[in-house]
């Protein structure tokens, strides 16, 4: 019996901005996977329609290779992560914690560089 190989992997691409934007988020993440935040930076093509559409201009990049699209202990990083984002008062020392990995983008500021 022969086993067929799995498909070759595929970036997704971001909603159109009409979809986007009507769902009307009211936090964004941005956390491709197999990305770490450096490259995820340097997509601007996948950044741009994010922050378009965000309401609050509540928009996340992290580190998706580290953080997010991992099983196992790195769940508890993931919500730590999401808590401080959502809720910064309560969670301000999760933020620090995990600096190296979130970054909040302003709205209409040029996107930082690592």
Not at 19 to 28: D, E, F, L, Y
Not at 75 to 87: M, N, P, W
Request: aromatic share 6%.
């Amino acid at each position: 019996m022969r086993q067929s190989a799995p498909p070759p992997a595929r970036l997704h691409r971001p909603l159109p901005p009409p979809s986007s934007r009507s769902s009307r988020p009211k936090w964004c993440w941005v956390k491709p996977c197999g990305f770490d935040l450096s490259r995820t930076l340097r997509e601007a093509d996948l950044i741009e329609p994010v922050r378009a559409a965000a309401v609050s201009g509540q928009v996340y990049l992290t580190d998706g290779n580290a953080v997010f699209n991992r099983p196992g202990p790195r769940l508890l990083e993931s919500l730590e992560i999401l808590a401080a984002c959502v809720h910064p008062d309560l969670f301000e020392d999760f933020r620090h914690k995990h600096r190296a990995v979130l970054i909040q983008l302003e709205r209409g500021a040029a996107l930082p560089e690592l």
